[in-house]
């Protein structure tokens, strides 16, 4: 595939902002944000501070969990006339936990138009309650209402379909087409509506339920330009990239070993040695592979998220835009 | 220390089942049926099991009936543990297993005596039995023996038998499985009619994807054997009372069951194709 076409492409996410509790833990400030085309919406933004239970990411700090806002207006949300001025129609805020205690809140916005073909959602488990795991909540856009009808009813086990199979791993977990794969469990009504990838991350939140985050996009609108798995060595010490996907180039390989992130380098290994998701506008210039490949696909930018479980690093995702 | 002593009890819950395998042991070695089941049903609601031949589906129901012991886990009813058959589980199987040597009545009375003879004099025990073939709709049939009568008819006798022990739990095992397409349509309204009525909490097993969806509040799917284990469930969110005609043009119906047999015969379909 010509990467030109590729980047050419509106993402599915459109803009990606960090929230970092202040020195005294009493408000969440701006840490970081990729906004893409969306910079009266950066501007905004970076001014200011969320307090607990405060606007979104303020939700999902008190809430101790994943937040899927599909309407802005009316909701506890404080910049509504500003992400409409920019066309953005969702917000998912994603809280980073380390054990009891909250790293960052990671904020994105997804846009929503006429050729938009794509759906958030969150699942979760209560093992108190249950050893389903079921739809908490999920954006459908204006085009996916068969796709939502089924997703509201089905509940997966453990390791079956992705959210099962994110849940069981504590891994992110990524297919790139539905409709071949036998691990989407919704396969037929995911290609009715276009939905053709899936990319399932777990959540680190705080208390004993379990989240993944389901992202669902078309090949047309991808959910990120490239995505790609790290995982730490058994001390901790080095990153190691397991695979991935680019919509310029396919399938990407995992790393043979030697092209490994040392902790605390560039925008990956300074999201494993934080635990803090981190935003590198400059993706051609971070070392290694990550910089290598944002060179040949013309990738600008990459977003590491740290995907923690019970205060552990079991991996660091990396999105490219 | 303190201690919480009281367990919360959901009353609604009928039947629990909790981590339980299920392994046979062969002469090439231990055979893994099942594996990792975890269930609960709930008072009043009708659940069935579906899956290819081989993936432990009446295995599964076998365990809840107590025909078999789980090799491992546990499985409560109305939160007291399951160790073998007994009346507050009725079953009703393919082959209708009535005794062909007595009547029709009598072979609800014989299931009636062995719970309610202790309480009940005979007169009183006949009109249980009578109430159930009349709940079927055999009170025609009462003195017929089980050779004169049709396979329809011997499962409803066999359905009147097992309600008529007001169980906790109706078990059925491809109740319908033997029957004629129209017989077993017209068995399908009738069990939903009874269902209905009595309020009774059914699991039931199935090769039937329609059957599933007309019937269930839940469908369990579960994956290919050996080692099998429940993938998914379905939620099935169709008004009752439910009617095969106007079902068959109904968008949220056709959704269900175009999810079941995607489950079956894409994502789980390889049986199949070895075969």
Redesign the interface.
């Given at each position: 595939m010509d990467a030109a076409v590729v980047t050419s492409k509106k993402t599915f996410i459109r803009v990606v902002e960090v929230w970092v509790p202040s020195n005294d833990r009493s408000t969440l400030e701006f840490s970081a944000g990729l906004y893409g085309s969306a910079k009266r919406f950066g501007a905004t933004s970076r001014q200011m501070c969320f307090g607990l239970g405060e606007g979104l990411p303020g939700q999902a700090w008190l809430e101790g969990r994943p937040i899927v806002l599909k309407q802005f207006a009316g909701a506890n949300f404080r910049r509504t006339q500003a992400a409409h001025a920019e066309g953005l129609t969702c917000g998912i805020a994603l809280p980073v936990f380390a054990g009891d205690f909250l790293t960052a809140v990671l904020v994105i916005f997804c846009g929503d138009d006429e050729a938009h073909a794509g759906a958030i959602e969150l699942w979760s488990n209560d093992p108190a309650a249950?050893?389903?795991m079921t739809l908490d909540d999920g954006y459908y856009g204006s085009t996916a209402d068969?796709f939502e009808?089924?997703s509201r009813?089905?509940?997966?086990?453990q390791g079956?379909?992705l959210p099962g199979l994110a849940w069981e791993s504590r891994l992110p977990v990524f297919q790139e087409d539905l409709g071949k794969g036998?691990r989407f469990?919704?396969?037929?009504?995911a290609i009715k509506v276009g939905i053709n990838r899936g990319f399932v991350l777990p959540c680190a939140t705080r208390g004993a339920s379990t989240f993944v985050m389901a992202f669902l996009s078309a090949m047309a609108t991808p959910i990120v330009r490239r995505f790609e798995t790290w995982l730490p060595d058994a001390d901790g010490e080095r990153l190691t990239r397991s695979g991935g996907f680019c919509e310029a180039t396919g399938t990407v390989p995992a790393g043979d070993g030697h092209d490994f992130i040392e902790r605390g380098q560039g925008t990956l290994g300074r999201a494993a040695f934080t635990g803090v998701p981190m935003v590198g506008e400059s993706a051609a210039s971070e070392p290694g592979l990550v910089g290598a490949a944002a060179t040949a696909a013309g990738l600008d930018a990459v977003v590491a998220v740290p995907v923690l479980h019970d205060g552990r690093l079991r991996a660091v995702v990396a999105w490219y835009f | 220390m303190l201690v919480n002593a009281t367990p919360s009890i959901n009353t609604r819950r009928t039947l629990q089942i909790q981590d339980v395998g299920m392994v046979f042991p062969t002469k090439r070695g231990p055979f893994v049926a099942l594996r990792?089941i975890?269930?609960?049903v709930q008072r009043g609601e009708f659940v069935t099991l579906i899956g290819h031949s081989g993936c432990g589906k009446s295995t599964l129901l076998n365990l809840v009936a107590g025909l078999t012991t789980p090799s491992s886990g546990i499985m409560l009813l109305q939160e007291r543990e399951l160790t073998g058959p007994g009346p507050d589980r009725g079953v009703v199987f393919q082959n209708h297993s009535l005794l062909p040597w007595l009547s029709c009545l009598d072979n609800v009375l014989l299931a009636v005596e062995r719970v309610f003879s202790e309480k009940e004099g005979k007169a009183q025990l006949r009109e249980r039995a009578l109430a159930a073939l009349d709940l079927v709709g055999m009170s025609h049939a009462v003195a017929k023996r089980p050779h004169e009568i049709s396979g329809g008819m011997k499962q409803r006798v066999g359905i009147a038998r097992a309600l008529a022990m007001e169980p906790k739990m109706l078990l059925m095992d491809e109740p319908f499985g033997a029957l004629d397409a129209l017989t077993r349509a017209r068995l399908q309204d009738e069990l939903m009619k009874i269902v209905a009525t009595t309020g009774a909490t059914v699991m039931m097993v199935t090769h039937d994807v329609d059957e599933a969806v007309l019937l269930s509040d839940r469908i369990v799917m579960m994956?290919n054997g050996p080692a099998a284990?429940?993938?998914?469930?379905?939620?099935?969110?169709l008004p009752r009372p439910r009617v095969r005609v106007a079902l068959a043009e109904n968008r949220?119906y056709v959704?269900?069951r175009?999810?079941v047999i995607?489950?079956l015969y894409?994502?789980?379909s390889h049986v199949e194709k070895a075969a």
């Open positions: 249950s050893k389903d068969a009808f089924i009813r089905t509940a997966f086990r079956h379909g036998e469990l919704r396969a037929d009504s | 990792d975890n269930l609960e994956t284990t429940i993938g998914e469930v379905l939620r099935v969110d949220d959704q269900y175009k999810e995607d489950f894409t994502r789980h």
